[in-house]
């Protein structure tokens, strides 16, 4: 029958109460990043492909001032690239909406959101990973010390102490045991609570995260935005090219309107100014015409 009275050993209960603390603060932190987690996923699904450059700044301003995640997102935004249309000055857009998001990232979003940086950088994993071995590590360390302190005891130097001391030492030898059951039974089900709760409660966020991430900035590698660039360029030198072949006819027709509209009707007034002058000249002479042009004050 097992003695519970056991249990009530002061390195046993310290063992306990270490493993007791160490389990309270790892659902304390693993709390903490569900729930973070859960707050930041739930922020993109607000948002859609379609309509994330019209309210990028919205959604900068959360991420910027959430301690979670601000210095991640600050280096993430670096990486962006924004269409054209968008004018960053005023956040306005021109043109309208559609599938194709106006926004890319030269870097994958999960070189910055991983688990490394969204999980066990919160958690401080380096230590939850060392618990089990700390714990593996007590039940040897008090075992063998527990025996050594019994067998210090041992009295051989009459009948009753010597039965005395092998009574103890029995007793001693039975502590021991149990302080090695006890850290190795804690190290076991500390590493099955840890490993159910970061799958649960890091992982599965963490993952639903990165999705909506990725469905909102579509991802544009150094080869594809150098592709995307020659395009562009082809396309610019395209258009100048048209333009150059079409200035010539353009001046052309924009001279004869010119003439057409400007020039000729003034020559036609001149034309009819000299043709009036002309006739005048035959009807009253030439000196009559010096005459109305520059006035006479001569009396007869």
């Excluded at 493993?19 to 922020?43: D, G, P, W």
Aim: proline content about 2%.
């Amino acid at each position: 029958m097992f003695d519970f009275k056991l249990l009530l050993d002061p390195i046993i209960l310290a063992i306990l109460f270490l493993f007791a603390a160490v389990v309270i603060y790892f659902i304390n932190k693993v709390r903490y990043i569900n729930k973070s987690l859960l707050f930041l996923t739930n922020v993109l699904r607000s948002f859609k492909k379609g309509n994330i450059a019209y309210r990028f700044k919205e959604l900068d301003d959360i991420f910027s001032n959430n301690t979670f995640i601000s210095n991640y997102w600050v280096e993430f935004k670096n990486t962006l690239v924004f269409n054209e249309a968008l004018s960053i000055s005023n956040v306005k857009l021109k043109g309208i909406e559609n599938e194709t998001s106006s926004i890319q990232c030269t870097v994958d979003s999960g070189y910055f959101f991983n688990e490394e940086t969204l999980v066990n950088s919160k958690l401080n994993y380096k230590f939850i990973a060392s618990v089990p071995t700390i714990l593996t590590g007590l039940g040897p360390l008090f075992t063998f010390l527990h025996v050594a302190i019994a067998f210090s005891k041992v009295n051989f130097s009459t009948q009753e102490a010597t039965i005395a001391s092998v009574s103890s030492l029995l007793a001693a030898m039975k502590v021991a045991a149990m302080i090695s059951v006890i850290a190795v039974g804690s190290s076991i089900l500390f590493i099955i609570i840890e490993r159910i709760l970061y799958k649960n409660m890091c992982k599965t966020p963490l993952n639903a995260f990165q999705l909506e991430m990725n469905k909102l900035f579509d991802n544009i590698t150094s080869e594809k935005f150098l592709v995307e660039l020659l395009k562009e360029s082809k396309l610019q030198n395209n258009s100048l090219n048209k333009a150059f072949s079409s200035l010539s006819s353009e001046m052309k027709t924009a001279f004869d309107k010119s003439l057409r509209e400007t020039l000729v009707p003034y020559l036609d007034n001149l034309i009819f100014s000299v043709n009036k002058l002309q006739e005048n000249i035959k009807k009253q002479g030439s000196k009559g015409i010096l005459d109305d042009l520059f006035g006479n004050d001569d009396k007869e």
